[in-house]
């Protein structure tokens, strides 16, 4: 059973950075694409960022791209999202999620992944 733990959360002024990780335990990390999602209050959940499982490749929805930045450190089972330059409407449920499948990666496809954290609340003050 795959577990996620996200942590970092918390109240920024807008202009401000935070950095948020999700622990992760109960697959072989290095073998999943990883990545983040977020859902504002009234709003559909929204695919932010995903990491390949390999080589480094990533992608970003369009308003955080420049601003936010996704990392995995497979020797200790975490993904991280950097976010600099916050705005209020970056205010959201932030969730990291796992593919269903390993070894494979579909850049944006939100429907590849199968599993999710609770989330940890971002919120930007404007």
């Known amino acids: 059973q795959v577990q996620l733990v996200e942590s970092g959360g918390g109240l920024v002024q807008a202009g401000g950075s935070l950095n948020i990780s999700c622990a992760t335990s109960?697959?072989?990390?290095?073998?999943?694409?990883m990545g983040w999602f977020r859902q504002a209050p009234g709003k559909e959940r929204e695919l932010v960022a995903t990491?390949?499982?390999?080589?480094?490749?990533?992608y970003y929805t369009e308003s955080v791209k420049g601003r936010f930045e996704i990392s995995r450190d497979n020797a200790k089972n975490t993904l991280h999202l950097q976010m600099n330059s916050l705005k209020p409407e970056d205010t959201a449920v932030y969730s990291c999620?796992?593919?269903?499948?390993?070894?494979?990666?579909?850049?944006?496809?939100?429907?590849?992944?199968?599993?999710w954290g609770q989330g940890t609340q971002v919120t930007v003050s404007s």
């Open positions: 109960g697959h072989t990390f290095s073998r999943y694409t």
């Open positions: 999620a796992s593919y269903s499948s390993p070894n494979t990666y579909y850049s944006s496809n939100p429907n590849a992944f199968g599993s």
């Open positions: 990491i390949a499982w390999i080589g480094g490749v990533t």
